[in-house]
């Protein structure tokens, strides 16, 4: 009777122990993080220049594609292409940027430190093409919002700034206002600066190494 009893303790917790493997081994498959990411953005852009020196006086349609490549999840290195108008004026841009976010990115909802939905912060540098490929340098910085609504699939929302600081004083195509102040382009500040406001989905793959979800490495 002792035997028996011991024996069905012993199979209960050997049941006990496969459920647990399987349960820890599903969490760990499920905390491969994808490094890589693909979407596309759409949107508004403004211009602020010579012929629109007020922010949204200069409203356009925006749209783009992006990639992304994290490092962890909290940084990432971002490509961005977008497209917008200057007064009517045709303006590409296509950036670089550092991405930071403010909390640790992700779906393991076994994790309290990883959220599906942080802010973050972007710093780059970018060119701008425009007046029949004209080039101009800028600075780009954005904040944005990300929500991770399914397994490899985002939501993001961004505001970005362009500051251009070499030859982008003639994004809206009338060099005849290109020198209102007669700063003939001595000084930075005298370029024009753009702005979009988007809304994209983007798209996970790439998976990488496991995550330790054990670990004090914030």
């Given at each position: 009777?002792?035997?028996?009893?011991?024996?069905?303790?012993?199979?209960?917790?050997?049941?006990?122990?496969?459920?647990?493997?399987?349960?820890?081994?599903?969490?760990?498959?499920?905390?491969?993080?994808?490094?890589?990411?693909?979407?596309?953005?759409?949107g508004m852009g403004y211009y602020v220049g010579e012929l629109a020196p007020h922010v949204f006086q200069s409203v356009s349609g925006a749209y783009g594609a992006q990639f992304r490549y994290k490092f962890d999840q909290r940084w990432a290195l971002q490509a961005k292409i977008q497209h917008q108008r200057a007064c009517g004026n045709p303006l590409w841009a296509l950036d670089a940027n550092a991405e930071y976010n403010f909390f640790r990115f992700g779906?393991?909802?076994h994790d309290y430190r990883v959220k599906q939905i942080?802010?973050?912060?972007?710093?780059?540098?970018?060119?701008?093409?425009?007046?029949?490929?004209?080039?101009?340098?800028y600075l780009p910085?954005?904040?944005?919002?990300?929500?991770?609504?399914?397994?490899?699939?985002?939501?993001?929302?961004?505001w970005q700034h362009n500051v251009y600081v070499y030859n982008g004083d003639s994004l809206e195509g009338?060099?005849?206002?290109?020198?209102?102040?007669n700063l003939n382009g001595s000084n930075i500040m005298n370029n024009d600066v753009t702005s979009t406001i988007t809304l994209g989905i983007v798209f996970e793959f790439g998976k990488g190494a496991k995550i330790c979800s054990f670990c004090r490495n914030d």
């Open positions: 009777m002792l035997l028996k009893r011991m024996s069905n303790r012993l199979s209960q917790l050997g049941i006990l122990t496969l459920i647990a493997w399987c349960y820890t081994g599903v969490s760990f498959a499920d905390n491969r993080m994808y490094h890589c990411e693909i979407g596309v953005q759409g779906s393991q909802s942080t802010p973050y912060i972007s710093i780059g540098v970018g060119v701008g093409a425009y007046n029949d490929w004209k080039v101009g340098v910085v954005g904040v944005g919002l990300k929500w991770k609504f399914a397994d490899r699939w985002q939501l993001q929302a961004a009338l060099p005849e206002y290109n020198n209102t102040h």
